[in-house]
T-cell receptor, first 113, second 117 residues
Framework: GEDVEQSLFLSVREGDSSVINCTYT??????LYWYKQEPGAGLQLLTY?????DMKQDQRLTVLLNKKDKHLSLRIADTQTGDSAIYFC?????????????FGSGTRLQVQP | GAGVSQTPSNKVTEKGKYVELRCDPI?????LYWYRQSLGQGPEFLIY????????DSGLPNDRFFAVRPEGSVSTLKIQRTERGDSAVYLC???????????????FGPGTRLTVL
């Protein structure tokens, strides 16, 4: 079945880079998403990548995809205190025709000043 | 433009009562999704609408849960005979329903926090 897993917690200092990791269920055709959730708020889409890509960069965000190892990472450069939140990776498997997203449990990022 | 809105933002009810949660999607979005997020967990899929019809309700936990979208826009999630285990944040999302291999990005509302006493 579908399973997305993430580490629970990451603490970094302001100005450092953060790397949040995720493993997912393999599929020949998958979109993988990163969402950010701040306390009491909904999910904010950060970026996404298709499974035929290795990397995607968007300003301070870099997504790396290792399809062989079923591993996805989100790198945040120059991490700021405003980046403190819970980050979710999510998978959408297109081959099955389902449109539901399968989420990991989230990684809480704490940025220390 | 306006994002996905959900009302109420908070709902406290007693065990056994009936509740309705409302979602107003982004204008023009054909697809609408309901998810449930328990404390410390990621969202879990409940049901997905394509227009007025429920295209996938495989995530509904039991027959106490029901959702409608009569005019293909606003949706209501209905929970009968609420139980304490139903306490969670109920999230709604909408998308354009892109096909042909494009990323059909889902945009989420702020959620309704349901507490069953």
């Amino acid at each position: 079945g579908e399973d997305v897993e993430q580490s629970l917690f990451l603490s970094v200092r302001e100005g450092d880079s953060s790397v949040i990791n995720c493993t997912y269920t393999d599929s020949s055709s998958t979109y993988l998403y990163w969402y950010k959730q701040e306390p009491g708020a909904g999910l904010q889409l950060l970026t996404y990548i298709f499974s035929n890509m290795d990397m995607k960069q968007d300003q301070r965000l870099t997504v790396l995809l290792n399809k062989k190892d079923k591993h996805l990472s989100l790198r945040i450069a120059d991490t700021q205190t405003g980046d403190s939140a819970i980050y979710f990776c999510a998978e959408s498997i297109m081959d099955t025709g389902r449109r539901a997203l399968t989420f990991g449990s989230g990684t809480r990022l704490q940025v220390q000043p | 433009g306006a994002g996905v809105s959900q009302t109420p933002s908070n709902k406290v009810t007693e065990k056994g009562k009936y509740v309705e949660l409302r979602c107003d999607p982004i204008s023009g979005h054909t697809a609408l999704y309901w998810y449930r997020q328990s404390l410390g967990q990621g969202p879990e899929f409940l049901i997905y609408f394509q227009g007025t019809g429920a295209a996938d309700d495989s995530g509904l936990p039991n027959d106490r849960f029901f959702a409608v979208r009569p005019e293909g826009s606003v949706s209501t999630l209905k929970i009968q005979r609420t139980e304490r285990g139903d306490s969670a944040v109920y999230l709604c999302a909408s998308s354009l329903l892109l096909t042909g291999g494009a990323a059909d990005t889902q945009y989420f509302g702020p959620g309704t926090r349901l507490t069953v006493l």
